[in-house]
């Protein structure tokens, strides 16, 4: 078959490999002049460090399948991600650990203390927690939701933290010991040569042509016998029905000798500083050797008609709409609706690979079956 992928960031290169070992034909187009999507990096010409273009990302994943599917295409380097905050006028760790509780607090406790301390701090009344705010009161307390995260989400989202879901904050464990790695997953690890190196690879193959610098038009993608569609979810349907909320970023970069931060995230909670983060990108590739530093200073806001989409908001009241273009969507024939912006969700790099192996599997299935490809493998519900 003849396929179009729309979208050359990891969902497109992931299904487009798939099915291009399927023995079909993929073409994959991408308004951009890269492939990678937001996981794109390049080397900074003014400093040499491989910098995360479009902002940080480190790879972490349970998923034994996907860790060998990524090593398969680039040699990963063991990283971990040691974030810190600057908050309140002091520097602590970040996921809340047992040295963030101690030092906040001024406190010396053990384990099993601060268990209880923390149980304490939190607001018990709160059940079921219906909101980021009220997952944080439940499980943190008020001191602590107010340095680390009610400045830096309102920063993040430009809304209240009460009109979020909880599950953004389920993101973030609390950990009742001095481990300081950001994430939990068994594997961890950054691409030696960076994300773009690895997405080339995974798009070289015979079966695979990649046009970059191509916009998506609707008369050419008729040509084709599905489409797989790793754009925005309401831009497919031009809008028609309004525009579900994206944050964009916009990155101030700055170059430095030696080094800046000391770290390679530092937030800063603090509502009054305009930027959620400085990233110092040569800290993501500690093998390497740099002189000079290279720095992003990000800054977070809603997404116009002419931004990069980078985070879905899917605020409560955003649901309807959502509804609506999922209605739409099921009614289309010959597309398929994947990834972070296609399907509308807040997914991790493990994830959308996941998804991605997924969808081609099933694609083979329902082809041998001669039965139609849904609009959506996972719903965006
Ligand atoms: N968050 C926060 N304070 C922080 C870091 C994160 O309040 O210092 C909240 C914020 O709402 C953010 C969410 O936790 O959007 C998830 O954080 P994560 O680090 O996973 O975000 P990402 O790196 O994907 O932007």
Same mark, same amino acid.
């Given at each position: 078959m003849d396929i179009l992928l729309v979208g050359a960031g990891l969902s497109g290169a992931v299904i487009g490999r798939s099915l291009a070992l399927q023995g079909h034909k993929i073409t994959v187009i991408d +308004? *951009?002049?890269? $492939? +990678? #999507? &937001?996981c794109h990096t390049a080397r900074d010409? /003014?400093? #040499?460090v491989m910098v995360h273009i479009y902002g940080p990302h480190i790879f972490h994943t349970d998923d034994d399948e996907v860790w060998d599917y990524v090593n398969g295409f680039a040699k990963f380097q063991s990283f971990k991600n040691r974030v810190k905050t600057t908050a309140q006028g002091a520097v602590y760790a970040l996921p809340i650990n047992l040295h963030t509780i101690n030092q906040f607090f001024g406190k010396t406790m053990r384990p099993t203390e601060a268990q209880t301390f923390l149980a304490a701090q939190? /607001?018990?009344?709160? $059940?079921? %927690?219906?909101n980021f705010e009220e997952q944080a009161l439940r499980f943190v307390g008020r001191d602590l939701y107010e340095a680390f995260f009610e400045g830096y989400t309102i920063k993040q989202w430009g809304c209240s933290p009460r009109a979020l879901p909880a599950s953004i904050l389920k993101r973030l464990p609390v950990r009742?010991? @001095?481990?300081? &790695? @950001?994430f939990f997953h068994k594997h961890q690890g950054m691409p030696r040569e960076g994300y773009t190196a690895m997405i080339t690879r995974i798009l070289d193959h015979e079966n695979i042509d990649v046009q970059l610098n191509t916009l998506f038009d609707a008369k050419v993608a008729a040509r084709f016998d599905h489409v797989f569609w790793s754009g925005p979810l309401d831009g497919y349907f031009d809008y028609k029905l309004g525009r579900l909320g994206y944050r964009t970023l916009d990155f101030e970069k700055f170059t430095a000798q030696g080094d800046y931060q000391g770290c390679a995230v530092m937030n800063y909670g603090? !509502?009054?500083? %305009? @930027?959620t983060r400085i990233t110092e990108h040569k800290h993501f590739s500690p093998w390497e050797d740099h002189e000079n530093t290279t720095c992003y200073r990000e800054f977070s806001r809603a997404a116009g008609p002419a931004d990069i989409p980078y985070y %879905?908001? *899917?605020? $409560? !009241?955003?649901k309807s709409l959502l509804s609506d273009y999922i209605a739409l969507a099921e009614g289309a024939t010959g597309v398929t609706f994947v990834g972070r912006l296609g399907t509308y969700r807040y997914l991790d790099m493990d994830v959308t690979i996941r998804e991605a192996l997924d969808t081609a599997a099933l694609f083979g299935k329902k082809l041998a079956a001669s039965a139609p490809m849904p609009a959506f493998v996972k719903s965006p519900l």
């Open positions: +308004g *951009r002049d890269h $492939v +990678g #999507g &937001n010409p /003014d400093t #040499g939190a /607001d018990a009344t709160i $059940v079921e %927690p219906q009742f010991n @001095y481990e300081d &790695n @950001y603090d !509502e009054k500083v %305009p @930027y %879905p908001i *899917r605020l $409560v !009241e955003e």
